[in-house]
């Protein structure tokens, strides 16, 4: 897996992603204790709030930025991005009232919205070749658990030896870092591929890719099952440790670094396994039906002990769900559409996560933890169904089609299958079946019948 650090640019990104992760961990930590500063007791509604408005930004701004990206230069959009972040970390500690909180999360997560989707997928380019693409995911997998664990006990030894405020200023030096690494090496430029039509046709040119795709609508609600039981892990686990185990901060830091540990694992595993048994379908839904089943077990799960392995399982089940995901998202766009869908892979993702979140909470808080973890097991269940019915079982890249009659006139490249004859400004595809790895583009704006 880490012999992909081998590739210079690939090198120096993932080093910049692992300081904004860490970074990002610092600042969750300053952030929790800016909170319960200025709102003592309320804090917990202060950072709820503040994650509320992280996944609208989220959600809202994903799609626009991918349709910006298509159009900028990547090194320069990704640069620009972490220092503006920079800057609005630095403003935190100024801070004096809650308003002024939220309304630096959403700048901050909207700058994220268009940096991480714009970040992730400029690696497919960078290693065209699947097999290392696979590793760079699996170790994109590591990173963000690595951070879940460090992030914690680092911000605890700086606290150590300086306030909190302080936390945030290493956050600006991890984002400044990124942005000199990046504007260190030569990123792929990506080739234009805006449909006709209006500014928001434009914007959801990614979201019509991914709803059009059978594979993706698949890793979508795979999405949600993911989404269902993480978020009760996220919200609960806290609550399970206090109130039913009677533990206390250390025994939540261990259980949530068992949830770490298990999905570390499968990130270390993963490549080999895709690499032998290629069949992400299986491997996604199967772990997806794992979550819930995980999930269901919990309720029996009382003491300690057991409730790690439980949280070990849903971790490695996480794991194996979500990372294939980008090699989807790479087999079913071309290169100039990638930032769009990754845009909207981002977007419908957390919309997910922006209901099963108060979702989870709501119900342990109001009729109990165990009722809050069967809705949540078959939330998850019924998205496990759904992902069998939607996604098919026979789903190969190439598929055959046949073309109606095509008039256009926006700049795109034409490959020798799809060459066109011309009428003034205008390009005039005629009828022609042929068969080739098939994507949505402007050449393909409709998934063919396979069922024939």
Request: charged letters at 10%; one cysteine or more; glycine letters at 6%.
């Amino acid at each position: 897996m880490f012999s992909i650090l081998s590739n210079t640019i690939y090198r120096r990104l993932f080093v910049a992603q692992v300081l904004s992760l860490l970074g990002t961990g610092l600042t969750t930590v300053a952030l929790a204790l800016l909170a319960f500063r200025l709102a003592g007791a309320e804090a917990g509604a202060v950072l709820g709030t503040a994650l509320a408005i992280k996944m609208i930004a989220y959600v809202g701004i994903a799609p626009i930025a991918g349709a910006i990206a298509a159009s900028v230069p990547r090194r320069s959009l990704l640069v620009a991005l972490d220092v503006v972040r920079a800057a609005l970390i630095a403003l935190f500690p100024f801070v004096t009232e809650i308003w002024q909180i939220y309304a630096l999360v959403f700048a901050f997560q909207a700058c994220s919205a268009a940096f991480t989707p714009t970040f992730q997928a400029t690696i497919p380019d960078i290693l065209p070749d699947e097999r290392d693409y696979t590793r760079a995911l699996s170790l994109s997998r590591l990173a963000y658990d690595t951070e879940a664990l460090v992030s914690p006990a680092l911000a605890a030894a700086l606290l150590g030896i300086m306030t909190y405020s302080n936390l945030f200023f290493g956050t600006v030096i991890g984002f400044l870092a990124s942005a000199a690494l990046v504007l260190s090496v030569s990123l792929p430029t990506a080739r234009t591929a805006t449909p006709e039509g209006s500014i928001f046709a434009r914007i959801s040119w990614g979201m019509n890719i991914y709803l059009s795709t059978p594979r993706l609508r698949g890793l979508l609600v795979v999405n949600m099952a993911v989404a269902a039981v993480g978020a009760y892990v996220i919200v609960n686990s806290v609550v399970l440790v206090r109130t039913v185990l009677g533990g206390d901060d250390a025994m939540l830091a261990l259980l949530m670094a068992a949830y770490g540990i298990g999905s570390m694992a499968v990130a270390f595993t993963l490549p080999r396994l895709l690499e032998h048994y290629p069949q992400e379908r299986s491997w996604m839904i199967g772990a997806a039906a794992i979550l819930g089943l995980g999930l269901l077990l919990s309720l029996f799960a009382r003491t300690f002990g057991s409730l790690m392995l439980v949280w070990a399982v849903l971790g490695a089940a996480n794991a194996l769900a979500l990372t294939p995901g980008g090699r989807l998202l790479r087999r079913s766009s071309s290169e100039a559409d990638r930032p769009a869908l990754f845009a909207a892979q981002f977007s419908l993702s957390h919309a997910c996560w922006l209901v099963t979140y108060p979702l989870a909470g709501w119900l342990g808080a109001r009729v109990g933890l165990d009722v809050s973890a069967v809705v949540m097991a078959l939330l998850s269940a019924a998205a496990v169904v759904v992902a069998l019915t939607v996604w098919p079982r026979r789903d190969p890249a190439a598929l055959a089609h046949t073309h109606d009659i095509l008039t256009h006139k926006h700049a795109h490249t034409h490959d020798e299958l799809h060459l066109p004859t011309t009428d003034g400004e205008r390009h005039v595809h005629g009828v022609v079946t042929h068969t080739h790895i098939f994507v949505i583009d402007a050449h393909h704006p409709v998934w063919p019948n396979t069922s024939r």
